[in-house]
């Protein structure tokens, strides 16, 4: 198989894409410690100094509990949202009283940034592992129920017709068309709803955790350990790029014919 | 096949028992007249095209036949039963081809049988049969995205036909294909035609396409939309475009069909 060889291309321009930043980043940040010296060099240390916080947080054991603390609460609240968002979103996009009852509710919370609910949900819940799963809940829900609602109400009309016209009953329309039509737009739902649990995980521990990768970031700025709060958001960027490889790939095999649109 | 011989064999299309039956069939669009008073009686194993310019209705008329439109007055009758619904036993092929895109060419044409419990073994024999028909083998696993749009016709033809309706409806179903494309696949429309034995209703923008396929050709009228003439060409298959007859014929539906164009443009 050549298939590893077709991305070779892309993989050295990114490679050179971080280089390149990476090589500013500690030009800077020597440059200042000791040519121009325009801010105190605390604020900004070398990427090797980022690298040695990491290692140092991974041989005491913290960074893998805080990792793994944050991993799980994702994976637990966008499980919860993922099952709620996709099972409402068919039901209200398949049943028109439903719709008209529930999206004039949706529409008024969604706007709403889910970080104003977070000190609430703090206030029910406890500072326990509970709150934190519901607050992920709540935020992934938005994307996924209304990106799955999208796709079902939109489905193409004329494979509605094309399916009737070859005998297609209600049950059959909905198994055999309503729902493989709507996969992309609930796969679509379900990256963005992942996103955006990763997204407000790390907000959620800034403010009521004694784990986690937010937390670890918070607790170095208590002790204005700037290497360990980098290091912080490098493992967080790290494990997010990886995650949306994985999902990217579940999509391209579960979409198997829309890559081959694309090809 | 000689298609011409076992053409002649056929009735008469008078002599033919009425497989569709449009009994003054109007169509309103909020104030918006499509069609006014319809009547016509299809024979059965016809091929009749509707033919007329943009707007006089040609798809309207057909989606009701089909069942996804209810007349506003009058009613159509498919083998003496009104038709209420979208049915397996009136088969339709789209000018968009409207294929599942996320099913591959075989699964497409499995569709239908598939919705009529039959094995995965018997789909696919059916299935490979009727691709075949159209001159697909060895497309069988290709994604509609990866077909032309002359394939992806053939496709849309090969599903209908594997649910083994005893209509087929088909709206411009080659509008969007280059001459070249058009003309082979009119050909082998003929001939599925002749293996099958259908009632087909075809509609078409194209004179030439209608004089080279029907047995019978209804010219439709604008505002509102109607039926202005029906003629049964009586000229034997394979049909020559250089023909003195069909020119002939072509001369006379151009003049009605154009007549219907300028009152569109005094209008
Ligand atoms: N769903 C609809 N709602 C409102 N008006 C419609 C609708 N469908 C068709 N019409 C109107 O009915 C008339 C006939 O339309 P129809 O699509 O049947 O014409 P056609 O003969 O198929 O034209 P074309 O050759 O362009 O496909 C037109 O005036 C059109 O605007
Ligand atoms: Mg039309």
Redesign the pocket.
């Known amino acids: 198989m050549s298939g590893w060889k077709k991305h070779l291309p892309g993989l050295a321009g990114a490679l050179f894409s971080i280089a390149i930043f990476l090589g500013f980043w500690l030009f800077i940040s020597y440059g200042n410690r000791f040519w121009f010296k325009w801010f105190n060099p605390i604020l900004l240390p070398t990427p090797m100094e980022v690298l040695q916080a990491g290692v140092n947080s991974y041989r005491s054991g913290d960074l893998q509990r805080d990792i793994w603390a944050s991993l799980s609460r994702v994976f637990q609240g966008f499980a919860l949202a993922s099952v709620a968002g996709v099972f409402l979103g068919v039901a209200v996009g398949t049943w028109k009283p439903l719709e008209r009852l529930v999206e004039p509710m949706v529409e008024m919370l969604r706007p709403i940034p889910p970080l104003a609910f977070l000190p609430m949900m703090v206030l029910w819940f406890g500072i326990g592992e509970l709150s934190k799963i519901a607050f992920i809940t709540y935020a992934a829900f938005f994307p996924i129920f209304t990106t799955t609602l999208e796709g079902i109400k939109y489905v193409d009309p004329l494979l509605i017709r094309a399916a009737s016209s070859l005998g297609a009953s209600r049950m059959d329309m909905f198994r055999h068309v309503v729902l493989p039509a709507a996969l992309p737009a609930i796969i679509t739902g379900l990256r963005l709803g992942f996103g955006l649990s990763f997204f407000v995980i790390v907000a959620a521990e800034f403010i009521a955790a004694d784990s986690g990768l937010g937390y670890l970031i918070n607790d170095a700025r208590t002790f204005f350990l700037v290497s360990q709060m980098l290091m912080g958001a490098a493992v967080i960027g790290i494990i997010g790029f990886f995650v949306n490889v994985g999902l990217r790939a579940l999509e391209g095999r579960l979409l198997r014919w829309r890559v081959s649109v694309r090809a | 096949m000689d298609i011409a011989t076992s053409l002649d064999a056929a009735p008469d299309l008078a002599m033919r028992p009425t497989k569709i039956s449009i009994r003054g069939v109007g ?1 309103v ?2 104030d ?1 007249v ?2 006014e008073k319809v009547d016509l009686d299809l024979p059965e194993n016809s091929f009749t095209c ?1 033919l ?12 009701m036949i089909a069942g996804f ?1 209810k007349p506003s007055s009058g009613q159509i009758l498919v083998d003496g039963k009104e038709v209420t619904a979208p049915g397996a036993d009136r088969g339709v092929v789209f ?1 968009e081809y409207a294929l599942f895109p996320w099913r591959t060419a075989l699964d497409n044409v499995c569709f239908g049988p598939m919705l009529k419990g039959k094995s995965k073994s018997e789909q696919r024999a059916i299935a490979m049969k009727h691709l075949a028909t159209v001159g697909l083998a060895g497309h069988e696993q290709k994604y509609p995205g990866n077909l032309s749009g002359g394939m992806k016709q053939r496709v849309a033809i090969a599903r209908a036909l594997a649910n083994d309706p005893s209509v087929l409806l088909m ?2 179903p080659f509008g969007a294909l280059d001459a070249q494309t058009r003309e082979v696949l009119q050909e082998e429309m003929l001939r599925i035609w002749e293996q099958d034995r259908k009632t087909v209703v075809f ?1 078409t ?1 194209s004179i030439s396409e209608a004089i080279f396929l029907a047995d019978r050709i209804v010219v ?1 009228g ?1 505002r509102p ?1 109607c039926v202005k003439e029906v003629v049964d060409p009586q000229l034997s298959h394979p049909r020559e475009r250089t023909d003195a007859d069909f020119i002939a014929l072509e001369r006379h539906l151009k003049h009605l069909v154009r007549a219907e164009v300028q009152k569109l443009g005094v209008h």
């Open positions: 169509k669009f909020g918006n499509a069609l509707l007329g310019p943009s707007g006089c209705g040609k798809s309207t008329l057909l989606n439109l000018q709206d411009e509609v923008h439709m604008t939309g």
